[in-house]
């Protein structure tokens, strides 16, 4: 699994921990993120909060947006920070829930907690408690916090299902979450991720933006609600980090949503209708993958149908397919196929790949309904699932190479 998704968690963890570590240590250092005042203050926090804030925090700030634009921060509150870092919205949610209320602040890094514990004891402050743990497995018990805060964290956590259903399960009913985070429009290139150090500074481990959003249906949280974007990484002092951002349409995002006073986890069926809301079947579109899913519908119906069929009557069950309408249904599949390689070809502007599906098409056809050979079909179906691979290909190259995606624009101009 690891080798396949081009990362290991061991990895990231150790990459994250360094750096941080680093931060912690001397935030004056060259970062490939923004960092302190003018990075706090790029992001939207009101310079009268900053003016309140310790210096120790202030400088050590790598937050990627503002959450507390969210307002749902009480006085009495038990907040959880997660990834609190050297602590500015720890000490922020430490003063709006006042001496009734309570911030877990959490962290993964140790020199972040040790700098953030400084902090606190040189301040006077009695109702923050800091816990060493990774998000993926928060040790506070179910329903115990009132709100989970975050700035910059869940893009650097590889399980970010894992850290979702942590965050649900403590969470008290109507509970809130206020999340600040980056997103990205591309998908990461193969082998983007497999830089342990790209993901520290938050570029490659981010989601895409609907895939993201989706996530926190998933979880199930309600009252999801998107309260600002920004183009993070045009602050960020590296032209590298800039122009890998920029190629993935890389920004952050304020978000805002509750656990619902209902609480029941999602069951099996729950989450998998969740996973065919309609915000995830547009990915499909997006990323071009309708011609895979119409060429996999139309192997289906051919190959699949006939294992099928054999298996039943094995089984004692003799059932027979209309050969007519069965022949039609796979070349529907076969056609959709070729118009959705026809709906890529804008993106990529090769017209060869749109030719091949429509060959592959022909022959399944012409072995179909003219002169039945399986020989025949069976190339169809070679050339068919073969154009749409090399479609694919197209796409990826013009939307996540960046040479191929200036190419692209110079020739359209
Ligand atoms: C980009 S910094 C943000 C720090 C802070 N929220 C701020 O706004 O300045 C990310 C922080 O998340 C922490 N972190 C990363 N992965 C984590 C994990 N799996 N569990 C807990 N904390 C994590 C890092 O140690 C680091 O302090």
Redesign the pocket.
């Given at each position: 699994m690891v080798a396949i998704l081009g990362f290991s968690k061991d990895q990231v963890?150790a990459a994250?921990?360094a750096m941080?570590a680093d931060?912690?240590g001397d935030p004056r250092q060259h970062f490939h993120?923004p960092v302190g005042r003018s990075a706090a203050r790029a992001v939207g926090y009101p310079e009268e909060t900053l003016e309140q804030l310790p210096e120790a925090a202030v400088t050590?700030?790598?937050?990627?947006g503002f959450p507390f634009r969210a307002g749902v921060v009480r006085e009495g509150d038990t907040v959880l920070?997660?990834?609190?870092?050297?602590?500015?919205?720890t000490l922020i949610a430490s003063s709006l829930v006042g001496e009734n209320g309570k911030v877990w602040a959490?962290?993964?890094?140790t020199e972040?907690l040790d700098q953030l514990q400084t902090t606190l004891t040189q301040a006077g402050i009695r109702n923050v408690e800091l816990v060493e743990?990774?998000?993926?497995r928060i040790p506070l018990p179910n329903h115990s916090v009132d709100v989970v805060t975050?700035?910059?964290?869940l893009n650097?956590?590889p399980d970010k299902r894992r850290?979702l259903s942590e965050i649900f399960r403590v969470l008290k009913p109507e509970g809130r979450v206020q999340l600040?985070d980056i997103v990205i429009d591309r998908p990461v290139p193969l082998g983007g991720r497999s830089d342990p150090e790209l993901w520290a500074e938050?570029v490659v481990g981010a989601s895409i933006k609907e895939d993201y959003l989706a996530l926190f249906q998933e979880a199930g949280f309600t009252d999801i609600s998107e309260l600002r974007e920004f183009d993070y990484f045009a602050e960020s002092p590296s032209a590298d980090t800039r122009r890998i951002a920029n190629g993935l349409g890389a920004r952050s995002i304020d978000i805002s949503m509750q656990r619902p006073a209902q609480a029941l986890s999602p069951g099996y069926l729950g989450q998998l209708a969740r996973r065919l809301h309609p915000r995830r079947l547009t990915r499909i579109g997006a990323r071009g993958l309708w011609g895979a899913v119409a060429a996999a519908a139309a192997v289906f119906a051919c190959y699949g149908l006939v294992a099928l069929f054999g298996l039943l009557s094995l089984m004692g069950l003799s059932l027979t397919l209309p050969e007519g309408l069965w022949a039609f249904a796979i070349l529907a599949a076969a056609v959709l196929a070729v118009a959705a390689t026809a709906l890529n070809l804008p993106r990529h502007g090769r017209p060869w790949p749109l030719l091949a599906t429509g060959i592959g098409a022909v022959l399944i056809a012409y072995a179909l309904f003219v002169s039945y050979d399986p020989l025949l079909e069976a190339l169809g179906f070679v050339v068919l699932v073969g154009a749409i691979g090399w479609d694919l290909y197209q796409v990826y190259l013009a939307e996540c190479i960046p040479e191929h995606r200036r190419r692209l624009r110079q020739a359209k101009a």
């Open positions: 963890t994250v921990q941080y931060l912690a993120f050590r700030f790598v937050g990627v920070d997660i990834g609190a870092g050297a602590g500015c919205d959490l962290d993964i890094t972040m743990a990774d998000a993926e975050s700035n910059g964290v650097l956590i850290v600040s938050c």
